[in-house]
């Protein structure tokens, strides 16, 4: 089993934020010629997560993927192990870049390869406008620039909601009433590895969501009606390997805004997987298949 070290990093107001660290082997690429390496290494890879998740959410497929690469999975603030914020007003997307960033600096990662589930993949696209340079290649899972209100006001309804449960069965059954038409017909270990990527258990002995319930507060305020452009943002991932992953049930990606993704960003590529819904877990064969297409892309 694949070894990772928990480490931490600090935000610009003083929070301790804490990262998964796969280290891989870091292997260089071999030369033009063939016959040595490059001086570069590849690129680490990180990996966001969405809105009520954390760095849990990319444990399989981290220790998939770490042998040959390293492997970042950031839990954002007021996420697992990291900090909550003082402020309510500081869990948006521009934050948690920011905070990002701060992580990239103390590692000294110059470029990275971007895997963004939801949340995580409206980050990534943020973070093209900002430093298009250092953004190798992209896994944008099951969002786009245009959010559908039905999925948006789902995640309303259960989103700051801080209910707990006496067992990880309890919890795994709660999960499936609330996401099973995402994830149909899954038998109960999916859903008690489900809860315990996105649970913990509390001081008192109880399994409770892993998150501040406050980071509700902005998104609760979120006006589906009112959304600002983000095509731009998906633009600027132009001249890198992009790939688009959605779940064929999504709620909040729908087929039009990803043919008109594709239509916008020419040679991107999609991955539409059947009977999957918001959002696909990155564990499904067809995801690692066309995430290993991207991964050879990359220089």
């Keep these: 089993m694949t070894v990772f070290e928990d480490r931490f990093w600090s935000s610009r107001d003083g929070l301790k934020l804490h990262f998964r660290d796969y280290p891989g082997s870091l292997p260089d690429r071999a030369g033009p010629d063939g016959e040595g390496p490059e001086q570069a290494q590849l690129p680490p890879i990180v990996c966001l997560h969405g809105l009520t998740r954390n760095a849990r959410d990319f444990d399989v497929l981290a220790e998939r993927l770490s042998p ?12 697992g192990d990291s900090e909550y914020a003082r402020d309510s007003a500081s869990y948006n997307p521009v934050q948690y870049g920011e905070d990002l960033l701060e992580l990239l600096a103390q590692e000294k990662i110059d ?34 620039p245009f959010l559908e209100p039905e999925g948006v006001e789902r995640i309303k309804d259960y989103v700051g909601q801080g ?12 999960i499936e009433s609330s996401q099973g038409d995402a994830h149909p017909g899954q038998p109960l270990d999916f859903w008690i590895g489900r809860a315990k990527r996105l649970m913990t258990v509390s001081n008192a002995g109880r399994v409770v969501f892993d998150y501040d319930m406050k980071i509700a507060e902005p998104f609760l305020g979120y006006d589906v009606d009112d959304q600002p452009d983000l095509w731009p943002a998906w633009e600027a991932l132009a001249g890198r390997p992009v790939l688009v992953l959605r779940g064929a049930l999504s709620d909040l990606l729908s087929a039009a805004t ?20 918001h959002a696909p877990t990155l564990d499904e064969p067809e995801s690692v298949a066309a995430i290993e297409r991207l991964l050879a892309q990359v220089a």
Excluded at 68 to 79: A, S
Excluded at 135 to 142: C, E, S, T
Excluded at 163 to 174: D, F, I, K, M
Excluded at 258 to 277: C, H, I, Q, S, W
């Design 68 to 79: 040959g690469w390293r492997v970042i999975c950031p839990d954002m603030r007021g996420r």
């Design 111 to 144: 470029r990275f390869v971007a895997i963004g589930t939801s949340l995580g993949g409206l980050m990534t696209m943020g973070l093209a406008t900002m430093m298009p340079d250092r953004i190798a290649a992209a896994v944008i899972n099951d969002v786009g």
């Design 163 to 174: 209910r707990s449960y006496p067992t990880w069965v309890h919890a795994a059954r709660a």
């Design 258 to 277: 990803l043919e008109k993704m594709l239509r916008r960003l020419p040679g991107a590529e999609a991955v539409t997987l059947d009977n999957v819904g």
